[in-house]
């Protein structure tokens, strides 16, 4: 789509934010879905929204020292970026990986500002995190890594002012070390960090509301086709935090999961990924820290392949299924594997990961109508339950699982609702991007508008 928004948008990107495709690709595909928007509203225009809100509100840089279990200096890079606070306090994942970057950054907390909106709950945008890489630390490197981090960051944070909780490279184990520090340096125990322990002020059901929630999001898809999830072959990457809890709940609801992968490669089991394999998949990813290759040691139905990248497409995505849940990393899914996934029946797609598909293979799931959910709404229930998390630490109330499940389903029944709406009322049935962005947009930019320009 072309408008003076889009081009002056892009140009604006091209001169100040050079070296940041990621940053480029996630600020593009908002800037197209909101053109007719704005144009219909040229106050909006005139009071330059969206030059504002793709602008950070702050971002933070600072130098992480640590010292080995050897005895060597280690220096790595912390970042925070405070995207935007007009719905409520900076809210977003702190993500450490070798990959961390400034660009990479923005794009993740800008994505979290529309996807916290549309969760219903008073969040702003923010994202963190570091160039450490946790694979092979020991555990006293972690937490020597994590106490250098949090020394810095804790003046930037707070349970009202900037509330950060886990990505790649952060679950459990990162959330303790980081509050056990947080709660020294403050001598305060609030509600600053979500993702905690159970017995210090988590939640039920934080570890698995991503996942939960992507699934949940498809069921929401599929019922506007009267159909389920019961016996759809399921295409799954990744092996972490969202792709466990994927797998867990698509076969409550009687689908069959068949491929996870890492870094390194991917497993295909054609009998299907059953409960006893999960098990045994977080044990081997949460406690052991080992690699997705040794299920295929165990396990002879099923066949691993190393990941190749002078390929052109991952022949993880390359099998005959019904839905695709790409839950690792962004731009995992490139346009030759959104149409290998087309050509081998997949017609469900709900991203668990940020930004895991490149823009041409959006577009193709656009153009063949299938049911594609950007992440943006479909991974949004893991920072809605960590916004019911937060709710419960200020409540000083702990919820039951079951509680905090039904809200969870509830939240994701209206984020699709939301977008089903949004996506209709500009013309453009059944495209979910449009409507996230849309709707997530609006509700922003109403309260930026109401309080001025800050
Ligand atoms: P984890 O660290 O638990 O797992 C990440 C998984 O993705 C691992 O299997 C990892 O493999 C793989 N992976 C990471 N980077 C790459 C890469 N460059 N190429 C191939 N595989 C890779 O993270 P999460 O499960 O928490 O996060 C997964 C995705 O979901 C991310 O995009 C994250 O932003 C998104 N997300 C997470 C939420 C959460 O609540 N945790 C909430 C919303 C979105 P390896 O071990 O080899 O690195």
Redesign the pocket.
């Known amino acids: 789509m072309s408008s003076s928004l889009v081009n002056d948008v892009k140009t604006l990107l091209e001169s100040r934010d050079p070296g940041q495709p990621e940053f480029h690709q996630a600020v593009m595909e908002v800037a197209e879905s909101v053109a007719p928007v704005i144009e219909k509203n040229p106050e909006l225009r005139k009071a330059r929204v969206f030059e504002r809100i793709m602008e950070p509100e702050r971002v933070i840089t600072f130098r992480v020292p640590w010292v080995d279990d050897r005895g060597n200096v280690q220096v790595n890079r912390g970042f925070r970026i405070e995207m935007n606070s007009a719905i409520g306090p900076y809210k977003g ?1 702190l ?1 450490f ?1 070798p ?1 961390v970057n400034l660009g990479i950054l923005k794009f ?1 907390a800008f994505e979290q500002v529309f996807k916290n909106s549309l969760t219903t709950l008073p969040m702003g945008g923010g994202k963190g995190g570091s160039d450490f890489d946790p ?1 092979g630390k020991s555990d006293n490197e972690v937490m020597k890594f994590c106490q250098s981090f949090m020394m810095e960051l804790f003046r930037h944070i707070g349970a009202d002012t900037d509330v950060p ?7 459990g184990r990162e959330i303790g070390f980081m509050f056990g520090i947080y709660k020294k340096l403050t001598n305060r125990f609030e509600g600053v960090l979500t ?1 905690k322990g159970l017995d210090w002020g988590g939640s039920l059901i934080r570890p698995e ?2 996942g939960y929630g992507a699934v949940y999001f498809a069921q929401e898809m599929l019922a506007t086709k009267n159909k389920d999830l019961n016996g759809k072959r399921c295409i799954v ?7 466990q809890y994927t797998v867990e709940k698509l076969l409550d609801l009687g689908a069959k999961p068949m491929t996870l ?4 490669g991917y497993i295909y089991d054609e009998q299907g990924i059953d409960r006893d394999k999960l098990k045994f998949v977080m044990d081997l ?1 949460n406690v052991r820290r080992g ?2 290759k040794e299920y295929a040691d165990k396990y002879r139905t099923a066949v691993y392949t190393t ?1 190749d990248s002078s390929k052109s497409y991952n022949p993880l995505w390359n099998h005959k299924a019904e839905c695709a849940f790409p ?4 731009n ?1 899914l490139n346009a030759k594997d959104a149409q290998n996934l087309l050509n081998n029946g997949v017609f469900v797609i709900s991203e ?3 930004m ?1 598909s490149t823009p041409d293979a959006v577009e193709l799931f656009l153009d063949k109508k299938i049911l594609y959910a950007p ?1 943006k709404a479909s ?1 949004a229930g ?2 809605a339950t960590s916004g019911l998390e937060m709710s419960q630490n200020s409540m000083r109330l702990n919820w039951t699982r079951e509680e905090v499940d039904s809200r969870l389903k509830g939240i994701m029944k209206s984020i699709h609702k939301s977008c089903v709406d949004a996506s209709n009322e500009y013309g453009h049935a059944g495209n979910y991007v449009m409507g996230a962005n849309i709707a997530g947009f609006m509700k922003v930019v109403r309260a930026m508008t109401a309080q001025g320009i800050v």
């Open positions: 994942g993500r990986h990959s993740l694979k909780a886990g990505d790649i490279g952060v679950g993702g509301a991503t990457s990744g092996s972490g935090n969202v792709a992968s890492d870094s390194d990813k690699r997705i990941i839950s690792a990393t962004q995992e668990g990961a940020n895991p992440g991974n893991g920072v």
